[in-house]
């Protein structure tokens, strides 16, 4: 393992992660997951939304 500050851990967990990618492939994969996690965040943001909406629409 090279000298860093990382944990063994972290870097074998990093190594399992991207090990058979060139960098390309790991930039890829970050901007999918960026991705990811914004459409995440809108979804949770719309289920609300609608949970609110339907909240007021029982109220009478």
Known sequence: MPTSR???????KWKAKFGGM???????LKVLETE????KKLLADSM???????DLLRTP
């Open 48 to 54: 609300l939304d609608v949970s609110i909406l339907k």
């Open 6 to 12: 990382i944990s063994s851990a972290t870097f074998y």
């Open 22 to 28: 060139d960098g390309s492939d790991a930039r890829w």
């Open 36 to 39: 990811n996690a914004r459409l």
